[in-house]
């Protein structure tokens, strides 16, 4: 590697100055003013700058995947115990070699972890966390042979076989620089398909899968990362006291202590997160008379935050935030008549489907949920290019349907052929990443999310980079990230929303929000784009203007549309072919005129024959 | 053998205490009070400052430790469960996390880390069943959990009040309809709660020697289990899954006497909690949902 053409970005120089300043600051300082920049207060620091560090990897987990650990602790103590064990033990090894097994340890624990909380959610995950965290604490690191039980472990500063980083502050730049790391890396997930996936399932995992985002796979990886995190953290810290033993990251000292500031500081807000971490790691230090008190401070702050703003600090600044806004911005107006027109899909026209077959095959399909049959046999086709209704009464089984051919919901028997290959067996991001794009009766956006956060989870399954690219951040992980931010601004543009760009979802009226999640499924350019109720809570001549942008999609964008709708006329005016759904089986099918003029329709619909309904 | 039942009853007995305790947090609120094993350990220390310190008479100090228990319960459901209505459970849960660190805390501040030891409320060995001394303190204590457990599930399921708690989690209207405040029922489990805490704490504290701050979170995590066992809103359950918790543990022990490996008995209660949960989160007792 050559040094021609190296040009550092602004920010990487920053980032040179700021690493430079934490390895020669606090050696210089303890030498030059002894008397101020003590020892002590250099322990100190690095307890504070370990604290950081710490949190920032549970604020990864529970801040932002949403999924909560109140047994942090332990994972924090296997790092240390590993790291201890390598340095220690054996070979001696030094002590980057230590917090690289604090590393390895910290993460396939944190996988093992992340195992059964795959199926479990919110206080099941919390009730199982506490039991491992108690298992680690009272077995695991009592266990003599390996980690002398309350004796504990010695661990050295050893950087190599002569250099001992025995001052504090020599040590303290070390733990700078590795809480510079972790910071850096957690920059990069959160401006990366990573920090978007661990959003979207902390959001909504359905939502999720239906950007194509593999609920599985990133929810482990988020606890490996921040397994990962946590274990060097603990190993950072076991090497700051320079001794661990059974007691040191108990329960009640640390898995506790670190929700506290995680929750104080403001779930997923990094900056939030630090303060609070060194906030509680200093204030009872330089005021020697509030000693005993921090803890009591942050137990009540705890307390008082969630009575008074459940969503923590973040939620209080994020609140005055949207005030400002709100009074710089008038509010939003209802789309009552027209409709903007939708942005186009990246791309050509979907490849035709070989023979020229149907691009969707229902065969037989039938869903039950304990014994309560939903979906029984229904067997349909869509061909390319058309648009399709699925109509029928409440309860018919139409969204089950949906759920089914999308891959929410497992049938009990029956195939589902997608582009001519069965995809029954393929789980729901998958399906949604070979172009099967969908929307969700009650908007399936994360509403939280900014409307174009929303467009770039939407691409998912466009950001091909590798999560080693994304952490690192590399130029190819940085010209991709560039392209989605631009086809989102085009979307967006196309949409007229570019004020309503960084306004959470939630606060749009119903119709801009559903002409914001057609988009996002429009984005990802899908061959078949599955409707639910795309007309609910418009008004009626916005739902004109939306037959209208129905038709764009299918004429000028050549795409297929699978449309479920309760409003008949509009139902009947866009659609070429239309299926008819009651208690679960198939009650009719065929052109809008045949279907508005079959007697059996007629009679689900008003519940007994009448006239024929007026195409 | 039956002494290793002996000491699983006796146990499991004090855990289906705890499982009780959060088991009627639960139905009254849906919520899990992760602070409840902490509320016990207050108990323990606002005993000892009587007994101990003031010379009261076992049963005044046990009792003024025991009103403070029920205030610690009221306060916290009047200040903060009550204005979180509108909250996730998942928050209100967080916030009972705060109110355990609040007394662990305070508990650090005004009575520090050294180990206390509590007089027990009967002294001497008591009487020899299978070759272990069942003290007096074990039988009073199983005595209080079966006392308890059924004067509570005649107070529920016969008294309109009662029923009012039972029905409060799912139907709120309904509750408030038969006419008994629904803000009475949440005060009246997180208060009851509270109590049933700190009687698990004073009662099993001499079988176990010495406390500190966070002396009951060991035993609240059985109490956890125990309630997972049992399905989480089952009183019933609750005891159940607590003598089971006891067993097994007390089998285990057993089993694996004499190893090296420390705390087997973390790892079983460990085990049952993920297999409770990934394979019957309605617990032992409840029904498979439709």
Known sequence: ?615 | MGRVIVSGLANGGIYGLIALGLVLVYRGSRVLNFGLGEIGTFTLFVAWAFNEQQSWPWWAGASMALVAAVAIGLIFEGLVVRRMAGATRLAVAVSTVGLFLLLFSIELKVWGLSPRVLRAPIQGLGPEVFGFNISYTYMLAFAAVLGLGIALTVFLTRTDFGLGVLAASQDPVAVRLVGVRVATVSAFTWGASAFVSGLGAILIEPAIGAFSPGFMSLLFVRGLAAALLGGLSSLSGAFIGGVGIGLIESIIGRVFIGNQFPGIQSIAVFFVIILVLLFRPQGILGKSPA
């Not at chain 1, 298992?135 to 042979?145: D, G, I, K, L, Y």
């Not at chain 1, 791309?347 to 065969?363: N, Q, R």
């Not at chain 1, 931010?485 to 085009?490: G, S, V, W």
């Open chain 1, 1 to 615: 590697m050559s040094l021609k053409g190296f040009a550092p970005s602004p920010r990487q120089i920053k980032i040179l100055i700021v690493a430079a300043s934490f390895i020669i600051l606090p050696p210089l300082l303890a030498r030059a003013i002894p008397g101020i920049f003590t020892d002590y207060r250099a322990l100190m620091l690095g307890v504070a700058t370990c604290y950081v560090a710490a949190a920032l990897s549970l604020n990864l987990l529970m801040g932002y995947a949403g999924q909560i650990s109140l047994g942090h602790g332990a994972l924090l103590g296997t790092g240390a115990f590993a790291s201890g064990l390598v340095t220690t033990r054996g070979p001696e090894l030094p002590l980057y070699a230590g917090l690289l097994a604090a590393v390895l340890f910290g993460a396939i624990l944190a996988f093992l972890v992340g195992l059964p909380a795959l199926r479990l959610r919110g206080l099941y995950l919390a009730i199982a966390t506490i039991g491992f965290a108690f298992m680690m604490q009272e077995s695991v690191f009592r266990w003599q042979p390996i980690t002398r039980g309350s004796a504990g472990l010695e661990l050295p500063r050893r950087l190599s076989r002569n250099w001992v980083l025995t001052e504090n502050a020599d040590y303290l730049a070390l733990a700078l620089v590795v809480a510079l790391f972790v910071w850096l890396l957690d920059v990069n997930v959160v401006r990366t398909k990573l920090g978007r996936a661990f959003h979207a399932i902390r959001e909504d995992e359905a939502v999720a899968q239906s950007f194509g985002i593999d609920i599985t796979r990133y929810k482990l990886t988020a606890f490996v990362l921040s397994g990962s995190l946590a274990g060097l953290s603990g190993a950072l810290y076991g090497h700051l006291i320079g001794f661990v033993n059974s007691d040191t990251f108990s329960y009640d000292a640390w898995s506790l202590f670190l929700v506290v500031l995680v929750v104080v500081g403001g779930l997923g807000n990094r900056k939030g997160v630090a303060v609070a971490a060194v906030f509680f790691a200093l204030t009872p230090r330089l005021l020697q008379s509030i000693e005993g008190w921090d803890l009591i401070i942050g137990a009540f702050l705890l307390v008082y935050t969630m009575a008074n703003h459940p969503g923590g600090f973040a939620e209080v600044f994020h609140e005055v935030r949207m005030k400002r806004q709100a009074k710089r911005d008038p509010a939003p107006e209802d789309l009552t008549t027209r409709l903007p027109k939708l942005p186009a899909p990246k791309g050509a026209a979907p490849p035709p489907t070989e023979g020229g077959g149907p691009i969707l095959e229902v065969s037989d399909v039938r869903v039950s949920f304990g014994g309560l049959v939903a979906v029984d046999g229904v067997s349909l086709e869509v061909p390319a290019g058309k648009i399709i209704g699925l109509i029928g009464p409440n309860g018919a089984g139409k969204t089950t349907l949906f759920n089914a051919i999308s891959g929410l919901v497992k049938p009990d028997a029956g195939d589902i052929k997608f582009q001519g290959e069965s995809v029954t067996a393929l789980s729901p991001h998958a399906r949604a990443a070979l172009g099967m794009g969908r929307t969700f009766q009650l908007i399936g956006l994360a509403k939280n999310l900014s409307v174009q956060e929303n467009f770039l989870m939407a691409q998912h399954a466009s950001a091909i980079y590798g999560d080693g690219s994304a952490l690192l951040f590399t130029s190819k992980a940085a010209r991709i990230e560039a392209e989605l931010i631009d086809r989102a601004r085009e979307a967006i543009e196309s949409l007229g929303f570019e004020r309503y760009a960084e306004t959470p979802v939630k606060n749009l009226s119903h119709g801009q929000q559903r002409l914001v999640e057609i988009a996002c499924a429009l984005i990802t350019s899908p061959s078949l784009l599955m409707l639910d109720e795309p007309s609910a809570g418009f008004a009626p001549a916005a739902v004109e203007s939306l037959a209208e942008r129905l038709k764009e999609i299918r004429d000028e964008l050549g795409r297929t549309v699978l449309l479920i709708e309760h409003n008949i006329p509009m139902v009947l005016s866009v659609c070429d072919y239309i299926y008819v759904l009651n208690f679960g089986s198939l009650l009719a099918e065929g052109t809008p005129d045949e279907v508005a003029s079959h007697p059996e329709v007629i009679t689900a619909y008003l519940g007994q024959a009448a006239q024929p309904v007026p195409a």
